[in-house]
């Protein structure tokens, strides 16, 4: 017998056939769209993942919560559905697991830990090794433990004529189209918006 090159594990969840998974990582209740990468030893778990998204190796999405105000935070007293396999209780008396909303195009970095209930927009760089403990603005980059605030990607206006476009929508031969590679090619101006703009809207013609 062949030793298991990894384990893959996808529990109710829904994965684009064009998103890459690699080894030792497991996906569990959550949606991943069109062409993103999730590398080596992740676990993903609650979270729905946009288009285009970088994701390294070591990322731990969605591990739940507990509750900080009872007497314990040990899941045996507040939920039925516990690693212990032992019942204390026949109702879910906390909620212990919280969505994770991320955008498209998001690169996240090594090891990073984001925290139940988070949501990270579009565009969106978080740092090797960062703990994200809450949301994330769209072409933000933040890090640390907890993330805080570096800087943001580009101009204000530029942000926004990005999110419009939704480029991320188009079709996969739009974009590998020898017009918008040249866009995508090199850094971002207020020209190279503007003709991605131009061509969205010829198409949309």
Known sequence: MKPLKFLFYNK????????????????????????????????????????????????????????????????????????????????????????????????????VTVLDGVTIG?????????VVTKDVNPYEIVGGVPARFIKKRFEDDIIENIQKSKWWDLPIEVLKSEEVLDIFSKE?????????QKIIKKRNA
Do not use: Q
């Not at 579009?122 to 960062?130: D, E, F, L």
């Not at 971002?188 to 991605?196: T, V």
């Open 12 to 111: 109710k969840s829904n994965i684009s056939k064009s998103v890459k998974v690699y080894p030792l990582t497991k996906v569990m209740h959550s949606d991943v769209d069109d062409y993103t990468y999730i590398s080596y030893n992740c676990t993903i778990n609650n979270c729905e993942i946009g288009k285009y998204c970088s994701i390294a190796s070591g990322v731990k999405i969605g591990m739940g919560i507990h509750p900080v105000n009872f007497i314990s935070t040990s899941p045996i007293f507040y939920s039925p559905y516990n690693p212990l396999r032992k019942k204390l209780t026949n109702k879910l008396l906390f909620k212990d697991r919280e969505k994770v909303i991320i955008g498209n195009d998001v690169w996240i970095g090594t090891n």
């Open 188 to 196: 971002i101006s207020h020209e190279s918006i503007k003709n991605l």
């Open 122 to 130: 579009n565009g969106a760089i978080i740092g090797a090794n960062s």
